[in-house]
T-cell receptor, first 113, second 116 residues
Framework: AQSVTQPDIHITVSEGASLELRCNYS??????LFWYVQSPGQGLQLLLK??????LVQGIKGFEAEFKRSQSSFNLRKPSVHWSDAAEYFC???????????FGAGTRLFVKA | GAVVSQHPSWVICKSGTSVKIECRSL??????MFWYRQFPKQSLMLMAT?????????EQGVEKDKFLINHASLTLSTLTVTSAHPEDSSFYIC????????????FGQGTRLTVV
């Protein structure tokens, strides 16, 4: 069965420090992978997506993610975190062929001054 | 990018009443739409998948008679929470797949439902 695992429930980083949020997936075929960000009480904003090609993808707000098939991972990174990055981050897989998008449990990012 | 609009953004209703939430694809035709529910500090859980002109497919454990989904056109799907109770209070989000491009779902901004 398809699944997405985000091992870290919450992470705290200092402003200006680098960030890596982990995501592992289980999928029967070549996955379409996504990272979304959600601020409290708000909807989802797409940060980046991977369909094929270059395994390092660039997204909005200075985020990037690397697809590693051998590790079934799609970790999100940012070299320097800003206080405004504090939010909930969701890794997701799918949809393909009209199938549903499956979300990880989410990682809450806290940024300290 | 494609835009999906949900209405209302938030709603408060009395226990026992019904509430309808709309999900519209503004600039594309959505052959498939999805409805998710999100409890506070939790992830999004798929409730149902709806295809235009056919009955929705509900996930296990979701009461189809309580959460009525209608996808009558290629740009509109509605979720009606019938006989709402406080435990139905939640954040409901829809997403839509553009016909012929089943690679990325576009999400609405969500609807906060509070049942009092």
């Amino acid at each position: 069965a398809q699944s997405v695992t985000q091992p870290d429930i919450h992470i705290t980083v200092s402003e200006g420090a680098s960030l890596e949020l982990r995501c592992n997936y289980s999928y029967g075929a070549t996955p379409y992978l996504f990272w979304y960000v959600q601020s409290p009480g708000q909807g989802l904003q797409l940060l980046l997506k991977y369909f094929s090609g270059d395994t390092l993808v660039q997204g909005i707000k200075g985020f990037e993610a690397e697809f590693k098939r051998s590790q079934s991972s799609f970790n999100l990174r940012k070299p320097s975190v800003h206080w405004s990055d504090a939010a909930e981050y969701f890794c997701a897989v799918g949809p393909t062929g009209g199938f549903k998008t499956i979300f990880g449990a989410g990682t809450r990012l806290f940024v300290k001054a | 990018g494609a835009v999906v609009s949900q209405h209302p953004s938030w709603v408060i209703c009395k226990s026992g009443t019904s509430v309808k939430i709309e999900c519209r694809s503004l600039d594309f035709q959505a052959t498939t739409m999805f409805w998710y529910r999100q409890f506070p500090k939790q992830s999004l859980m798929l409730m149902a998948t709806s295809n235009e002109g056919s009955k929705a497919t509900y996930e296990q454990g979701v009461e189809k008679d309580k959460f009525l989904i209608n996808h009558a056109s290629l740009t509109l799907s509605t979720l009606t929470v019938t006989s709402a109770h406080p435990e139905d209070s939640s954040f409901y989000i829809c997403s839509a797949l553009e016909g012929g491009s089943n690679t990325e779902a576009f999400f609405g901004q969500g609807t906060r439902l509070t049942v009092v």
